[in-house]
């Protein structure tokens, strides 16, 4: 049975405001200047530039007359909202901490050709018929970024039937893979790890050690990625000297060969770009946002001047100019929200730089680790008054470039600990110490996490085996059979 009800309930919501201040708070600083550009294209009321100081701030009345003399408060037209000279960009915070000369360049993207560029040059230069070329070509962009081709030749050449209509068999397909194998770099088309381990030793000298390599890769490849040395030496009949040589030689190779290109802003070429700077002159920490790639934006005066018009001149009010305008006003607020946005942005990322600062000031002046104390969302929070989920999206994916190098905000924050005297430590120092004792262990018997909880409960850090298997696998070390040598 159906029935009507009346419920009073509060409940909070987000205003669009707020939503598009929580949206850029996300964003790194290359991709803020990625926003602004789009921004700029979608809103004609926003432009790019520096604002001019304007004259007394006109603001016109709260109610605006239609041709018909009715009042319009629902739909007021203002342009006390546009012409303050509160305007000038102040998000642009570029603070004058240096001098000219001084003054910090930004970094510049690596402006290498791609790695799938490099392997389509090499093809373009030998002699191909065109349809070897175009699937030569197809097979190349199915090559990853790392240099290997993961898909099936099968797969490979029913895509060409379906999509490019070419009918092509398996044998010709591997006579064109084995030629792009024959392309720089080394080991680039291999479909597993073993095999761009063979393609590069293939190329190398025939020298004893170079040939007692491939033959370990080909023959033993599980046994030497497990590290049983023992049976490798009992089954080749060779001393340790010689799997040394050869262990050398595979130690030389390059696992993933198309990194060695810079293929888009993730890949190991190219170089982060800081949020923020941070530098320590006699004793004095300055801080600043790294804002030199982002454009000033300013309200089109021509915009507010159709408003002016508008206002000004009862005979333009009609019902169609009326409509026009009101369309005018939506694009002159949405201009007018963002550009408080990103003040709101820019200001929250300093509050909270500034806050990671007081906290962690011995680092920023020493650049020593071990001074970094324990350090969490809720700390960070607390100090600037603001949520813990506004910390964490102001600290996610930013950097802070020191006299030091760059560091991701994350670097700074790390649970506390108490060592057997009491005092708070952090995480970050026990992690130090663990990675210590294990550089410095026997390679021949590496210590096992019951060994290394031990030598950490003799420095006086009381944790538990589970805990030194995360902090060991967090500063990306294998467990004690893989770190082992002969």
């Known amino acids: 049975m159906l029935k009507q009800q009346l419920q009073q309930k509060l409940q909070q919501k987000l205003s669009p405001q707020q939503i598009q ?75 004058d901490n240096f001098s000219q000369k001084d003054r910090r360049e930004e970094i510049p993207f690596s402006g290498n050709s791609s790695f799938h560029d490099n392997l389509l040059k090499q093809l373009g230069l030998r002699n191909l018929s065109e349809q070897e070329y175009k699937i030569a070509e197809y097979i190349i962009g199915n090559i990853d970024d790392n240099g290997y081709l993961q898909r099936p030749l099968s797969a490979i050449s029913d895509d060409l039937i379906f999509q490019v209509g070419i009918d092509v068999s398996i044998e010709k397909l591997e006579e064109l893979l084995q030629l792009i194998q024959d392309f720089e770099p080394a080991g680039v088309g291999a479909s597993n790890l073993r095999e ?49 040589g050869a262990i050398h030689e595979i130690t030389t190779l390059n696992p993933k060969p198309g990194n060695i290109w810079g293929d888009s802003f993730s890949d190991g070429m190219s170089q982060v770009v800081p949020d923020f700077i941070v530098d320590v002159q006699d ?45 005018v006003k939506q694009k002159l607020d949405a201009a007018q929200w963002f550009v408080d946005a990103v003040k709101q942005r820019q200001q929250t990322l300093l509050q909270t730089m500034q806050v990671i600062i007081d906290l962690q000031k011995e680092f920023f002046l020493t650049g020593d680790e071990s ?13 600037t008054g603001f949520d813990i989920s506004t910390i964490s999206r102001a600290s996610n ?70 805990t030194v298997a995360k902090y060991r696998e967090q500063l990306g070390l294998p467990v004690a059979r893989l770190r082992k040598e002969i």
């Open 21 to 95: 201040v929580i949206r850029l708070l996300e964003l790194t600083a290359i991709e803020l200047e990625e926003r602004i550009k789009q921004e700029l294209v979608d809103n004609p009321a926003l432009e790019e530039g520096n604002n001019e100081p304007q004259s007394d701030t006109d603001t016109f009345g709260d109610d605006m007359q239609n041709e018909e003399g009715s009042n319009e408060s629902a739909e007021d037209i203002s342009l006390g909202d546009y012409r303050s000279e509160d305007d000038i960009p102040d998000y642009k915070l570029e603070a």
């Open 371 to 383: 001074t970094l104390k324990p350090m969490i969302l809720k700390d960070v929070a607390e100090r």
């Open 283 to 327: 004793g004095e920490i300055t801080l600043s946002l790294n804002n030199s790639q982002l454009p000033e934006l300013r309200i089109n005066r021509s915009y507010t001047q159709m408003l002016e018009d508008y206002m000004g001149n009862k005979q333009n009010q009609t019902r169609e100019r009326k409509d026009a305008l009101l369309f």
């Open 397 to 466: 994916s930013k950097y802070v470039q020191t006299n030091f190098g760059i560091y991701p905000l994350k670097f700074f924050f790390s649970e506390s600990m108490q060592n057997d005297s009491g005092e708070e430590i952090s995480s970050r120092e026990i992690k130090k110490i663990l990675q210590e004792c294990i550089e410095h262990e026997d390679k021949r018997k590496p210590l096992a996490d019951d060994k290394l909880c031990e030598l950490l409960k003799e420095k006086g850090y009381v944790i538990a085996r589970r």
């Open 196 to 244: 761009c381990l063979l393609l590069q030793l293939e190329r190398r000298p025939a020298t004893p050690a170079n040939l007692l390599a491939y033959k370990i890769i080909d023959e033993s490849f599980d046994e030497f990625s497990k590290k049983h040395y023992d049976k490798i030496l009992k089954q080749y009949g060779i001393d340790e000297s010689q799997l040394k």
